[in-house]
């Protein structure tokens, strides 16, 4: 977008709900605030393209429905997502825009935004909400680790029902049971310990693994040459649905800059179509 193409902010925030807003681009809706979410307003360019504008969190990552009509806080129909994952790695600043395209004359369309934002002070999240931008995999045999979209109107047969967090989690083989003699890592990008004295990540798993035999999931911090500073967490059996796991970093990884490695391996007997492992929403927080 160019800098300056845009008038003044033309449309006030309307409501706010948990993290959703509505705005209208053919006219306002009354808004019913909800005290917290996303401050957004639209404006409109002199092609009579709307901008759809947000405070983002910078890191943070949206999904923008739209839909043709809209009679209250209760009404979730018709929706349809019109941007997912924007910006993909995450935004850069303060302040988002999109370009909706060129407003009705006639017809009011309406939107609404949903963030997938880091904590204040967190030193990496990671929700998948932009397709697992920056994460690496390698697989030598077997299953892969993959980011994919759950589709909320077509029901998982296999896997969890539906991600820890919005539209997105990464798995082994997604939507797939996981196959025998499967070795597949998962790599985040660097996280910076520089000037750390401690560390706790937290994140969400979701387990359906052969237990007892040699299938398993382990995850290990290495450093920035890929050398293992230490595996901190094993993955094994069935879980109660998205269960939370909260572990310290080790000492040995203040100070570094650093990668979280999920490794899968599963052996070669019939796992008996069990799904695999899945993780999303991940936060590293310093030490108070
Ligand atoms: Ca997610």
């Given at each position: 977008m160019t800098a300056g193409a845009d008038p003044a902010k033309v449309a006030k925030p309307l409501f706010t709900k948990a993290g959703w807003i509505l705005l209208a681009t053919g006219c306002l809706v009354a808004g019913f605030a909800r005290g917290q979410g996303i401050r957004a307003w639209m404006t409109f360019r002199a092609d009579d393209h709307a901008i759809l504008r947000w405070e983002s969190v910078p890191g943070g990552i949206y999904h923008i429905e739209r839909s043709g009509g809209f009679t209250g806080?209760?009404?979730?129909?018709g929706w349809e997502y019109d941007?997912?994952?924007?910006?993909p790695t995450g935004a850069a600043g303060s302040e988002s825009s999109i370009d909706l395209g060129e407003r009705s004359a006639v017809t009011p369309v309406f939107y609404r935004l949903h963030g997938y934002e880091p904590p204040a002070g967190s030193l990496f999240y990671e929700?998948?909400?932009?397709?697992?931008?920056g994460w690496t995999r390698f697989t030598s045999a077997g299953s892969a680790w993959s980011t994919a979209m759950w589709d909320p109107s077509c029901p998982m047969?296999?896997?969890?029902?539906?991600?820890?967090?919005?539209?997105f989690a990464a798995g082994t083989d997604v939507f797939a049971a996981y196959a025998p003699d499967t070795t597949a890592r998962f790599e985040s990008p660097l996280i910076d310990l520089a000037g750390q004295t401690g560390a706790t990540l937290t994140f969400w798993e979701w387990r359906e693994i052969e237990e007892g035999f040699g299938d398993l999931g382990v995850l290990g911090v290495f450093d920035g040459a890929g050398n293992l500073v230490e595996n901190i967490h094993l993955a094994d059996g069935v879980s109660a649905g998205w269960t939370e796991v909260t572990v310290p970093l080790p000492?040995?990884?203040?100070?570094l800059q650093v990668r979280l490695r999920f490794t899968f391996l599963s052996d070669g007997a019939n796992a008996s179509d069990m799904a695999g492992w899945y993780i999303d929403d991940l936060c590293v927080m310093p030490a108070p």
């Open positions: 806080a209760g009404d979730l129909a941007f997912l994952g924007f910006p929700s998948f909400e932009g397709g697992g931008a047969t296999i896997g969890p029902e539906s991600p820890r967090s919005g539209l000492a040995a990884a203040m100070g």
